[in-house]
């Protein structure tokens, strides 16, 4: 059975595109998918390098507190974000979080999935720029919380005029990389 309601948290450091990942994956799970979606956002004291998060719950029905109260999937794409979002989870959160985000002995939960996603934006598409779509792509890939083809339009759409290809290859292998772990089709339906 398919869950009413599915709460994520997107942590990193101010600059990442963090706050654009949300809001881009409320915009699929809204505008596209055609189900009921809240962002919320909160950044460090610094606007760049300290730690920000945004929160996004992608509901069937109409969301009556904007929250995240319960996560099922928390992101991460820093050490500090996920010494700060992703320890004390229950076992079935599913925690994505960059591979030089964390130590190599780290080992939180069963659903602790470990991506390459900074070393990607580098060395396959060429800019870091692009870390927080290959981000949006990853945690679709696993979670499946919006489709595929609403995440593309939604991506398109908002880097029209600024080289939506990249930014779309960058969503492409995002989600090839979260569908080789995928934890199961948990895609919201209205």
């Known amino acids: 059975m398919k869950p009413n309601r599915y709460e994520i948290r997107i942590s990193g450091t101010g600059g990442q595109g963090i706050i654009t990942t949300g809001i881009l994956l409320g915009e699929a799970a809204t505008i596209y998918d055609h189900t009921f979606a809240v962002q919320t956002q909160s950044y460090g004291p610094e606007a760049r390098g300290g730690a920000s998060k945004t929160d996004v719950i992608i509901s069937a029905e109409p969301i009556d507190y904007p929250k995240v109260v319960r996560p099922n999937c928390v992101a991460a794409l820093s050490r ?7 320890r004390g989870l229950d076992e079935s959160v599913v925690i994505i979080a960059d591979e030089e ?3 190599g002995d780290e080992t939180i939960g069963k659903n ?3 991506f390459p ?5 580098i060395d396959i ?4 720029l692009t ?7 990853t945690i679709i890939g696993v979670c499946e919380v919006v489709s595929y083809p609403a995440a593309e339009i939604a ?3 908002r ?11 960058a969503l492409k292998l995002g989600y090839d990389m979260g569908q080789s772990k995928k934890v199961g089709n948990i895609h919201v339906s209205a």
Do not use: H, Q, W
């Open 125 to 128: 598409i060429g800019t870091m």
């Open 101 to 103: 985000s964390i130590d």
């Open 112 to 114: 602790l999935l470990r």
């Open 117 to 121: 996603i900074c070393k990607s934006a």
């Open 80 to 86: 500090e974000a996920f010494r700060l979002y992703c």
């Open 159 to 169: 880097f029209a005029r600024k080289k939506p290809e990249l930014n779309l290859r």
């Open 131 to 137: 870390t927080n779509i290959i981000l949006m792509g």
């Open 155 to 157: 991506v398109a759409t």
